[in-house]
């Protein structure tokens, strides 16, 4: 009884700690990405601009214009390159698709061969490849799988990349903005509310990916305080030359 009972907690802590997160899902590259660069992006234009010289309604204008730019562009740019991909996975899985009806046969063989390359015994290869194919979406799915490495039940949506690409790049690009809607006439807490901006995005991502956190985000904070730093030295250049 204690063997059993002993196995049962062994096979349960295995199932509790076996459980993955879904990494194909196509939201958090976009999302994590457009968050990042509406805030890095927008800070730095709006210090670039500061730097000038320039008034504060200036500077709310240029932070909002670069916030509407900068979402519907990256919505664009994602749901364009997403789509382009998802369209040649399709086109793939089409040609699969016709090799499956014409030869089913040899596509047969090829998956048992490469069972046997991965160690089969070759008859159990065969009996499984065979196996496997009597239904043709589920040999689809295979061999889209062994050839091609993706899972056509799984493909990342176009519209879920371009929306979170769009509502993270807003939430990212508002940050530096806020502070002058809400009064601000100076460029400080613009940059103290988006660098804690990077280093809270920075933070949140280690969770997803396993890094460490206070890593993760100092390293966004440095590099979003180096952007801002640099276009603000060019923008105080540039205007005193102006």
């Not at 993760?216 to 205007?239: E, H, N």
């Amino acid at each position: 009884m204690a063997i059993i009972e002993t196995e049962a907690t062994l096979h349960e802590a295995h199932r509790d700690n076996h459980t993955h997160r879904d990494v194909n899902g196509g939201w958090l590259r976009p999302a994590v990405f457009g968050a990042m660069d509406g805030l890095v992006s927008n800070l730095a234009l709006m210090s670039g601009v500061a730097g000038g010289a320039v008034g504060q309604q200036t500077i709310i204008l240029t932070g909002l214009a670069g916030l509407a730019a900068g979402a519907f562009s990256m919505a664009a740019g994602e749901y364009t390159s997403v789509a382009s991909q998802r369209d040649l996975v399709q086109a793939e899985l089409d040609v699969e698709r016709r090799e499956l009806r014409r030869h089913p046969e040899d596509e047969e063989q090829e998956l048992a061969a490469l069972y046997v390359s991965r160690g089969v015994e070759p008859e159990l290869a065969r009996k499984v490849a065979r196996q496997l194919s009597h239904d043709p979406e589920q040999a689809l799915e295979i061999h889209a799988r062994e050839e091609l490495g993706i899972d056509p039940g799984d493909l990342p949506s176009p519209t879920v990349a371009a929306v979170s690409s769009f509502g993270s790049f807003a939430l990212g690009a508002l940050l530096p903005v806020l502070p002058y809607l809400l009064g601000a006439t100076v460029l400080w807490p613009a940059v103290l509310l988006a660098l804690a901006g990077l280093f809270g995005c920075g933070a949140v991502v280690a969770r997803v990916t396993a890094r460490t956190w206070w890593f993760s985000g100092l390293r966004q904070l440095a590099l979003g305080g180096a952007a801002a730093g640099v276009t603000y030295a060019l923008g105080s250049l540039f205007g005193a030359a102006l």
